[in-house]
């Protein structure tokens, strides 16, 4: 038990961190802009204006040159002068981030991404932003089903709190032709593989590394108790040494009805036509 703490302390720590979060995200809203107001500033982040008003103070205490303008048309802004240069990234390759941005938000929070969506849209002048919004909305990734778990999204973003805070979590683990078990798991990686999420995380019950699927899991929770990250290497889910030992390849013969579903599976060369209502499939199979 040595290993976890637990107190007032850690609580004042994440608070601070998300402050600072916050502060950091204003600064680059005011850099991508002439000025906005703090009632915007407010919905966005989810606080009261005069929190908003103590954050722009901090900046301005922190030698950040921070203008108010007073009036129907007023605001927050930044000296013009302060601002930096923003042709560090090409429209290109903000477009790539925003791309992959967006389809981060589809699974987590809209709040979650909303700074980072600031902070690299201020990457570039504001003349690239058409530019930049006709890229960007040329693809896009939604993470979300059309019918799906409902539970999906909020473990999501538990999962991310308790990663974010290095906290334990508990739940219900429905193993394959296993009984339910309760798992205690400190979390070190969410990974989404052929549209499924895992979580890799280390099993305190099994006292190793596992993953843990995340439809198998219910009753999520976050617990009080924090845990000093071990060392691990990163998950890779590409099925050597387990998956491939246990491969063998089967033909099926299936319905025309379902002849999308194995083309996602096998692909058009894996697909031979035998009558007008079925045709044959060869899949390798685990």
Same mark, same amino acid.
């Given at each position: ?51 908003? %008003? ?28 302060? !601002? ?48 930049? &919004? ?20 909020? %473990?999501?973003?538990?999962?991310? !709190? ?25 979390? %070190? ?8 999420? %895992? ?68 692909? &058009? ?18």
């Amino acid at each position: 038990m040595s290993r976890f703490k637990i107190g007032t302390k850690y609580l004042t720590q994440v608070r601070n961190e998300l402050k600072i979060d916050r502060l950091m995200s204003i600064l680059m809203m005011l850099l991508n802009c002439d000025r906005i107001s703090a009632a915007q500033l407010a919905e966005k982040f989810e606080v009261t204006t005069r929190t908003i %008003y103590r954050d722009v103070d901090t900046l301005g205490m922190a030698g950040i040159p921070v203008i108010t303008y007073p009036g129907v048309y007023g605001g927050i802004g930044i000296m013009p002068e302060f !601002k930096v240069d923003k042709k560090f990234f090409t429209a290109a390759e903000v477009s790539n981030l925003l791309i992959g941005l967006g389809g981060l938000s589809t699974a987590l929070s809209q709040k979650e991404v909303a700074g980072t969506l600031e902070k690299v849209k201020s990457m570039l002048p504001r003349e690239k932003a058409l530019e930049i &919004e006709v890229k960007a909305s040329q693809i896009t990734i939604d993470l979300k089903a059309w019918v799906g778990n409902k539970q999906l999204k909020p %473990y999501l973003e538990r999962i991310k !709190k308790a990663l974010d805070e290095s906290r334990l979590m508990s739940f219900e683990y429905d193993g394959s032709g296993q009984k339910k078990s309760s798992r205690q798991v400190e979390p %070190y990686q969410l990974i989404l593989k052929e549209g499924h999420w %895992y979580l890799y995380g280390y099993c305190c019950m099994r006292q190793d590394f596992r993953v843990f699927k995340l439809i198998r899991i219910s009753e999520l929770e976050i617990l009080e108790i924090t845990y000093e990250p071990r060392e691990f290497k990163v998950k890779q889910l590409d099925g050597k040494g387990w998956i491939d030992k246990k491969i063998i390849s089967i033909q099926l013969l299936v319905h025309k009805s379902l002849r999308e579903h194995m083309l996602g599976l096998c692909g &058009e060369g894996g697909i031979t036509l035998q009558e007008v209502e079925i045709f044959l499939t060869e899949l390798r199979k685990c």
